[in-house]
């Protein structure tokens, strides 16, 4: 899978949870939580969604690194190639 | 007979407009059952019915706006019959204006109309029920004719109504009832978590995201048996006396996405195991931003618990959603420094508020409560 | 299950009748040594012999009136009237004595007779021997009258129209009787209700008789153009199960009756007209019938099929109820 499936499958994960996102205007850098407006229940069911559209487990130990969106683009592509 | 009134669905309610029947007269209704679809200012609820019977008359009509209280619909209990029952008269209609007399020039001389637009009786019914004006569609029936599946087809593109202004309404009703109504009185605790997460950490490890379970639910679950030992937060003050609730439904305040703030109950929180309960605050959190939340959901609740520390704050202080008398916020869970037999060490801790209504109970009871919400959470396992 | 045609289905029900009851007994024009005009009593005068087996002379009031009597006296006659075309004939003691008997004497008579008869045209027997009067009699209070369209209804209304303390008119047609199909052992039949004999979504086809098979062969064709008809078996042509109808009507909005009678004043239209009275807001197009042409019934081949309804008509109407047409 290439960066860009895990990018379109990430957004489609997040517009499920917040259907007002637009991927354009999504400011990657940024706190994910914040930019989003993801509260804890939002985080969960996000992580569910990437669970089922990646195959990929995140365990809570991991919630720390993913911070932005591009930390969450790496950390998956990094999952999905070992 | 039995008269069906409009239910309030919550404090913020006093009228409400029905969408949609989901009965005729002569159908059997049981308890629990769907029977309405009735618009409130905050969403379009599915009202449910609390007796068994059979539908008699339904006595207001889609569209109507009546107020909470009024007759909708007579039901027969078991053993009536229609012959048997004496009917009361149908709710008052709006007044219509009454026509205005024509002139004799006119009425003698207008053609009368020759044709108007053929639309099914079901799509002529349902129109009225969805608010669209059949008139304006084109129709795909026999000889061009609107049928139903065109006027459901137009009222899936219409425009919803606006909501969200009519739930900055009702949320101010309800508040400023709530200030002006109950003597708050507020307490605060800081409560060390450790043992807690530490515990929900051991249990979701290895959990897939779909089963693990958010420390906001050990919380609800803590403060639901807590209110097993201080019943007197757990009701409602009507009538200038405060009447204690037989279950425990948490009131759990759901932030929408659009703006706005609804607070579903969730059922028997102390009675159910971590597991379900998570699964069942999924589910409600989701159903409450669909907008598909069941009337029993709305006006169950009977103590309100805010969530606001995932927007970082530390600490809120409620107002109470009457008739309730207590609500209970919890701010933002993060290590803080913790003085623990004698030492420094860093904990995580929430600040545990609580807003109650000094009508219905004392400070020094609510205190206590607030101490058992923290003892109870010492000791995860028996959540 | 077993294989076996309409005719031997109604001789079953005869057999069972005639064996269970000894009050009971059949008599009609050449019901015992020929066999019944339809064959559908043969060999039952050699099994029960000449008492309870009755040739009659060719005189329908005489033979419907004594099986009225009879019926008083305490039997439990089946009296059978070759064609409905015949039945006029004995329409005196049919409706102004036993139809009334009930009332008239305050609920101190009544008539427990049974009266079979040939109903439908589909044979080339012309212009007296083929027409579809059942919707005639259904005009009647006092009847009930029923009109077996399967082997378990040809072979179980009979018992329980012997059971019924009034006049049961018991309407057999005529182009079923070679019709050959498995006789399922297991179902229960009443003589209350009308049946679903397949479910459906878009439209209602409600039929009875001699144009059941029609409309479900109709019904066959539309599932292969995309449309889902149900079709109603009405089963009793009075008194109606409205509650059946309008179940089904309600659900799928649209409603074709398939009548074999003339469409003037006919079961079709008191159907039409309850649907419309009961079901009218839940409607999504105007009810709709197919019936015979409104001739006596021609004899050439060509000219039958084109006064009857035919499954390619109740296509087309089914059709035109959707908008499809």
Not at chain 3, 177 to 199: C, P, T
């Amino acid at each position: 899978m290439d960066d860009a499936q895990i990018r379109r499958e990430v957004f489609a994960a997040l517009q499920g949870i917040a259907p007002e996102v637009e991927p354009e205007t999504l400011r990657s850098d940024r706190l994910l939580r914040d930019e989003v407006d993801l509260d804890s229940m939002d985080w969960l069911r996000f992580l569910a969604a990437l669970h089922q559209r990646l195959g990929v487990n995140i365990p809570e130990a991991d919630y720390q690194k993913l911070t932005s969106l591009d930390a969450l683009l790496a950390y998956l592509a990094e999952r999905l190639a070992s | 007979m039995i008269e069906f009134k409009l239910p309030s669905l919550g404090a913020d309610m006093d009228e409400g407009t029905l969408l949609e029947w989901r009965i005729a007269p002569g159908a059997a209704v049981r308890r629990g059952q769907v029977v309405a679809v009735v618009d409130t200012a905050k969403a379009a609820v599915d009202v449910e019915c609390w007796q068994d019977g059979t539908v008699l008359d339904l006595l207001i009509q889609p569209g109507d706006k009546v107020p909470v209280g009024t007759p909708i619909a007579t039901l027969l209990e078991e053993g009536e019959t229609a012959e048997t029952v004496q009917r009361p008269a149908h709710a008052a209609k709006p007044a219509r204006p009454a026509a205005a007399p024509r002139s004799a020039t006119s009425a003698a001389f207008a053609a009368p109309p020759t044709s108007r637009p053929r639309i099914s009786p079901a799509a002529r019914t349902r129109a009225a029920e969805r608010g669209v004006d059949a008139n304006r569609l084109s129709g795909t029936g026999p000889q061009g004719a609107v049928t139903l599946a065109d006027v459901e087809a137009a009222a899936r593109q219409a425009k919803p109504l606006d909501r969200h202004a009519a739930m900055r309404q009702a949320i101010a009703a309800a508040m400023s009832r709530s200030k002006r109504e109950i003597p708050h009185y507020y307490l605060a605790e800081t409560v060390p978590l450790g043992a807690a997460l530490a515990w929900l950490a051991a249990h979701n490890a290895g959990l897939a995201p779909e089963r693990r379970l958010l420390p906001g639910v050990l919380l609800l679950k803590a403060v639901a048996l807590a209110l097993r030992d201080y019943p007197q937060l757990n009701g409602f003050w009507q009538d200038g006396a405060f009447r204690p609730a037989a279950g425990i439904h948490l009131g759990v305040a759901v932030a929408l996405r659009q703006g706005g703030l609804i607070a579903p109950a969730l059922h028997d929180v102390a009675d159910q195991p971590l597991t379900p309960l998570m699964e069942a605050l999924g589910d409600l959190v989701q159903r409450a931003r669909s907008g598909s939340l069941r009337s029993s959901e709305l006006s169950d609740a009977t103590l309100t618990v805010t969530q606001l520390g995932d927007q970082g704050v530390d600490g809120v202080f409620g107002v109470i959603y009457p008739p309730q008398v207590a609500l209970v916020g919890v701010g933002r869970l993060a290590e803080r420094p913790w003085v623990e037999g004698g030492k420094l060490c860093v904990m995580p801790t929430a600040q545990f508020s609580l807003a109650a209504d000094h009508r219905a109970s004392d400070g020094h009871y609510g205190a206590r409560f607030l101490a058992e919400v923290r003892r109870l959470l010492q000791t995860p396992d028996s959540l | 299950m077993s294989r076996i045609t309409y005719r031997e289905a109604l001789r079953q029900g005869l057999r069972e009748a005639l064996a269970r009851d000894p009050r009971v007994f059949l008599m009609g024009e050449d019901v015992g040594r020929y066999g019944g005009t339809f064959a559908v009593s043969k060999g039952l005068l050699d099994e029960f012999g000449e008492q309870r087996i009755r040739d009659t002379p060719l005189s329908e009031l005489g033979f419907v009136a004594a099986g009225v009597g009879a019926a008083l006296g305490g039997m439990r006659p089946i009296v059978e009237v070759m064609t409905v075309n015949f039945s006029l004939l004995a329409l005196d003691p049919l409706m102004n004595t036993a139809a009334a008997l009930r009332h008239m004497s305050g609920g101190q008579f009544s008539v427990p007779l049974v009266v079979r008869m040939t109903t439908g045209a589909g044979r080339q027997l012309a212009a007296q021997h083929s027409h579809s009067l059942e919707g005639w009699f259904a005009h009647i209070p006092g009847l009930k009258i029923l009109a077996p369209a399967t082997l378990e209804d040809a072979r179980g209304m009979l018992w329980p129209a012997l059971q019924d303390p009034d006049l049961v008119l018991l309407f057999e047609q005529g182009a079923l009787y070679n019709q050959e199909g498995e006789l399922d052992e297991s179902e229960v039949v009443d003589i209350r209700s009308a049946r679903v004999r397949r479910e459906g979504r878009d439209l209602t086809l409600i039929a009875y008789g001699g144009t059941l098979g029609k409309a479900l062969a109709a019904a066959e064709q539309l599932a292969g153009e995309g449309v889902s008809a149900e079709v109603i078996d009405l089963r009793v042509l009075r008194p109606l199960d409205d509650a059946t109808l309008m179940a089904s009507v309600r659900k799928t909005r649209r409603a074709l009756v398939v009548d074999e009678g003339w469409r003037s004043g006919s079961l079709a239209a008191e159907i039409i007209a309850r649907i419309v009275e009961q079901a009218f807001y839940d409607l999504d197009a105007p009810p709709a019938r197919v019936c015979s042409a409104e001739v006596p019934m021609p004899y050439a081949k060509h000219l039958e099929d084109a006064a009857l309804p035919q499954v390619p008509a109740i296509v087309a109407a089914a059709k035109g109820l959707l908008g499809l047409a």
